[in-house]
């Protein structure tokens, strides 16, 4: 799917209908946490599918209005098709009954019936159509999942190795409830939310790369931030360019897609995410450790 210029980004229909650049950044959140609902309810142990779920329900809806659209539907089918292109199994029946059973906690809905279960599926693949002309019916859909092992193997200090994976995971699954993937590059995601990984376990990855990156060391951090990136790029570019050749798909032509100002806004757009998600509650949570270790 084509990116999405970042200017466009809270241009779109939505506007049209006054709905703010804010109350869209929430709704974004919404479909990301419905979805994620949803799939824990499947027992859908796939980042990858839940992932790809969430991008196709956030893009759809950038080329649509939320107002003349079912959006927990949309979600639901966007799930669908995320199996469909991930998995091959959709499991339409067992979604069915989850779907009903989230709305029944989020709003009244009559019990189920085979009438009612027939109606929301006939509604599930009307949505699932609709979404594929958005995406003009394009399913290589490359996603920063598919590049984690890469990465891992490459960048992250032996020890931290397998810690790093699965916070990479997480971090990743949580950028889904931004606009990111709409904007930029699933390389420029992959690197943004490792640099958040690996700042969790107290390395920096450009100052004292790993052997099995070849990267000579600098003390300059600044130099050696440029010179990761174009490193990491190198060994993302060869791994990318295996899977092609052992598919005879044609390569794509070379650019630049790690630059320093991209990842530099899709670390904003993920700061103001985990700002989002920072409720009263949890301010005051931390309020009360903060007055707790003063304390002790």
């Known amino acids: ?76 089918a966007s799930l669908l098709l995320a199996q469909k292109i991930k998995d091959g199994d959709p499991r339409m029946r067992k979604l069915l009954i989850s779907f009903h059973k989230i709305m029944q906690s989020i709003e009244q809905t009559r019990m189920a019936n085979e009438a009612l279960m027939q109606s929301l599926q006939n509604k599930l693949c009307i949505a699932e159509s609709r979404i594929l002309k958005v995406i003009e019916y394009e399913f290589d859909i490359k996603l920063p999942n598919d590049y984690i092992e890469v ?50 376990f107290s390395y920096t990855p450009y100052m004292s790369p790993p052997p099995q990156l070849n990267m000579p060391q600098t003390t300059n951090e600044e130099e050696a931030y440029k010179v990761w990136l174009e490193y990491v790029e190198s060994e993302l570019r060869d791994f990318e360019i295996n899977k092609l050749n052992n598919t005879n798909t044609k390569q794509p032509e070379k650019t630049t897609i790690l630059k320093q100002e991209d990842l530099k806004d899709f670390l904003l757009a993920f700061n103001e995410m985990l700002f989002l998600n920072q409720g009263p509650e949890s301010q005051q949570q931390q309020l009360q450790s903060q007055q707790t270790l003063q304390q002790s």
């Open 1 to 76: 799917m084509k990116l999405i210029k970042k200017k466009d980004i809270f241009q779109n229909i939505n506007t049209e209908y006054d709905i703010s650049a804010q109350v869209q950044r929430k709704l974004l959140n919404g479909n990301a946490q419905f979805i994620i609902d949803l799939a824990i309810n499947l027992e859908l142990n796939s980042y990858s599918t839940v992932s790809l779920a969430i991008h196709l329900c956030n893009y759809f809806f950038h080329y649509k209005c939320y107002l003349q659209y079912d959006r927990f539907i949309v979600a639901a």
């Open 151 to 200: 990465i891992c193997k490459k960048c992250v200090p032996k020890k931290f190795e397998e810690a790093t994976f699965h916070t990479l995971k997480i971090l990743i699954l949580d950028s889904y409830r931004t606009y990111a993937p709409l904007v930029f590059h699933s390389w420029v995601i992959l690197v943004g939310t490792f640099l958040v990984a690996s700042s969790q």
